[in-house]
């Protein structure tokens, strides 16, 4: 019910001194939502899938519908994923003229060579793509594990650069996004609100 009426169209649009109630329940003040989420292995990032379980299921939440992710990790990766209902936010996030950075820790099946760090940094050409990635930040960390950080988001992009230099990647987590690391508080499968700050310094 909107200020007291009940309300079929799914776009009304409604003030924060709008009385929202769903299913007999006052919903607080409307208004977009932001989180930050420590995705486990095992969970996709999709609004529905009929086979395994989805990063929504972990949100303690009444209402998840309005929720989309602000850049999506493949099924088996781990760390930071945030979600919300403001899609001007997200679109900020992820599209690709905004040069968002995302910062990933890398486990791979082959040492990585110092040909295939130089290439990397510089842009390789994925299987099936006419364009070389952008110009990549690359800290090895030890023979098997890397920091990659990269302003485009292409599918399975960073599964992909590694495979164009011979290699594979066998545990991949984000870091980062922008500036919002993945608060060390949350353990795998947790998730919080993000601050008023957080919201505003993500693409800052
Ligand atoms: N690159 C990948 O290959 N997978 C992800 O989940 C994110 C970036």
Redesign the pocket.
Known sequence: MVDGETEKSTSRRVVPETRVILDGNETGQPGPRYFMLHKPQGYVCSTGDPQHPTVLDLLDEEITGDLHFAG???ID?TGLVLITSDGQWSHRIVAPGRKCR?R?RVTLADPLTASGAEKLRQGVLLRNEPQPTQPAMLEILAERSCLLTITE?RY?????MFAAVGNR?IG?H?ASIGNLELDDDLAPGAYRRLSLQEIEVVTR
């Open positions: 999506r990790l493949d990766a995302k990933y988001g399975h992009q960073v599964k992909r990647v991949l984000r």
